[in-house]
């Protein structure tokens, strides 16, 4: 059976545990790929999201640059640079360079002039001007951006005249205002539920805009790239709930408790196989036993009725006593195969469901005497001390008598025959909530723990104390108990410690109107 066992085990481990080694392997790689996949993703979404932010800036810009544009081709009607300020409260200042020298053309009254702070930039950054005009004449317009401090900014770019002749405009911006009134709108838009949008000088972490206020924040994002308008600003993006690192590991986790659950599922499969295995196995190793033991069984008290009858039939037993004695093991062998015969075909019958039991209500302590005193004899013959302690006034149960006898009979029989040289059998009754019990209770051999649940099962026979070799038997006598106690909805129970002896008790549930208070 160990050879057997070991086989089923090797090829268990082969079909099931390998190829779910191999998925587990496959799957930890794809989901390290798939973690690279998510982020990649949202990379670029992020991505997007800051170039969207950087062209609507450059939109602003290139709205206001036509605007001067078109007062620079009509420099007699004030009105549209008028508008231009009216509306954008960010522009402080608007100066334009023609033949080297720069004319204000609006100056707000809070900031003091920077006239000196572009003639300054005209002779240092002469060439990234000259580049303006360049890109100008290909009609692309650039605009450059000049940090006068913290938060004011001067920005460059080339508007053309009415005679089409460039002109190197200044609009001088409060970059603040710039990014509150232009592109605070616009972030919290693009933002939505989603994300997290911030503006943030280089100088500092902490952000100049930022679409969401509440809770504290670490100020790191996922994605973080410059502003084209405004070099020293940068675009920082991140997801609002969580990181990608937090996605990714989520996909990860999720991946790995799948393979785990899978991994379970597959360890508890193939521990039931195995288990059915061993057990059919064990089943078909008591079966065979079975088989040598009826047929060891038979073959006694055949060999024993026909020696005596030959005996018989040759006459050679003169005495009539001797005659007698010989009849009476010939019908003591022949009931005896009778009542083994019977006892293997009734118990395949209650097995089928086949047996039917006439329930009444009934007197338990009436049965259980009635039984003991046609059993007595048969005590006494094997110097059995029986004591029977009954309780009195116990309520009625519901039963087929004889079941409960074949069971009593069953237990008692058991007693007996695995008691050895401690020959007292201690029969008693009793009642427990709503049960009445009837309690055999020997001291014997006892039987060991592991085995305590497997002698219900049929066939099954303790065989390594070797008594059970000694002692004839079925292995059907506690499994016929069990049964008997199915069929009434009670339960058998067994307490014993090997050497101590075996205390069987029949539960049968009591009928209620007969309980007595
Ligand atoms: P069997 O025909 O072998 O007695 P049972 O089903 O009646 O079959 O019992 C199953 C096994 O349980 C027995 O073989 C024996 O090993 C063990 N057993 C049953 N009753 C007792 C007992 N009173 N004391 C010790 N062992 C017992």
Redesign the pocket.
Known sequence: MKNSLHRILTALTILLLFPVAIAVVYEYVRISDSEEMITTVYKNQLESIVSSVNSYAQDVAGTWALRVEQWLKLPNDSTVLQRLINENSSILAIYTTVGGSTNVLYESQQSESSVAYVDQILDTEAGTIDQLLAYNSSNYRKFQSYPLNNDRQMLCFIGNDANEQPVICWVEIALHQFLQNHLAPRIQAIATESFVIALRDTSHSAPLIVSEMEGERSYTYDQEGDMWLFPSVKIGISLKTQTISDIAGKRVKEGLVLMVIVLIVLLAGSWFVYSSVRREILLARIKSEFISNVSHEIRTPLALISMYIETLEMGRVKSADKVEEYYGVIGNETRRLTEMVNRILGFSKMEKGKHSYHSVVCDFNTIVEAVLTTYHLRLVEQDFDLQYTPTAGLPKVLCDKEALAQALI??V???M???RDSKVIEVSTGRYKQWVYLQVK?H????ARK?QKL??DKF???TN?N??HE??????????VREIMQAHKGRVTLQ?RPGE??T?RLYFKAVKDSFKA
């Open positions: 069953n237990l029989d058991n007693a025959k695995y008691s020997d014997g051999q006892g039987i085995h002698v219900f099954y026979r303790v104390r008594l059970a002692v004839k038997g079925t292995g059907l006598g506690l499994a016929i014993s002896g075996c069987f």
